[in-house]
């Protein structure tokens, strides 16, 4: 049964754009069916509207507190995302136990680290600064704590010499482009379980190469 999603964002939406893609290619059997975005303007909103997907603007600084902002996101998206998935895709808030309670286990995020290294924001600054060679990305699902939830996949990316917050963030920026409609997939063929709070795949998961 195809997947429902939404999905949150924040700023440019490559990542929503690659669910799109891979939705449009017949790589994911799921339908986007809102983008809600808490900044208006951003060309994530210009993705969705190309792609014929509805879009809302819900401005963080409209409510007085995390908790009526997230009380308000739960009130839009629980009719669109009845038995689906909510999905972050540089959607750059936290969101609050009002939130995850309304969506158990149903919350993705996607990072751009191998967590549990630089949780957080700038995680790829975070990486240049700490000298790593090899960084990635992490989809994990999302818990109370910040990019602490339970991983589901990573890729590895080197850290080249020369590289700047930009040329790494790019870099990590393809990899966080396959593994984010891969695990979307594995979702929609009903693949993942969580056993004692951890995620596991059955059937055959397709190995998700080291980047280049
Ligand atoms: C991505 O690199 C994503 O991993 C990151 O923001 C970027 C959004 O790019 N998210 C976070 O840092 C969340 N803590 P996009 O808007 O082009 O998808």
Redesign the pocket.
Known sequence: MSLDLAVL??????????ILDAIEAGRLDARVRLVVSNVAG???LDRAARASVPTLVVPHKDYPNRAAFDAHLVEVLRPVVADGFVV?????RILTATFLDAFPRRVL????SLLPAF??????QQALDKGVRITG?SVHLVDAG??TGPILAQAAVPVLDGDTRDTL?AR??EQ?HAILPAVLQWISEGRMQLVDGRPRFSGVVPALGLAR
């Not at 964002?9 to 690659?18: I, Y």
């Not at 972050?88 to 750059?92: E, I, Q, V």
């Not at 995020?109 to 751009?112: A, F």
Request: charged content about 10%; aromatic content about 2%.
């Open positions: 964002v924040s700023g440019s939406g490559s990542n929503l754009q690659a951003v060309k994530a972050l895709a540089g959607f750059m995020n996607i990072h751009p949780p957080g924001v700038d995680a790829q990305c910040t990019d963030a990590i920026l966080e």
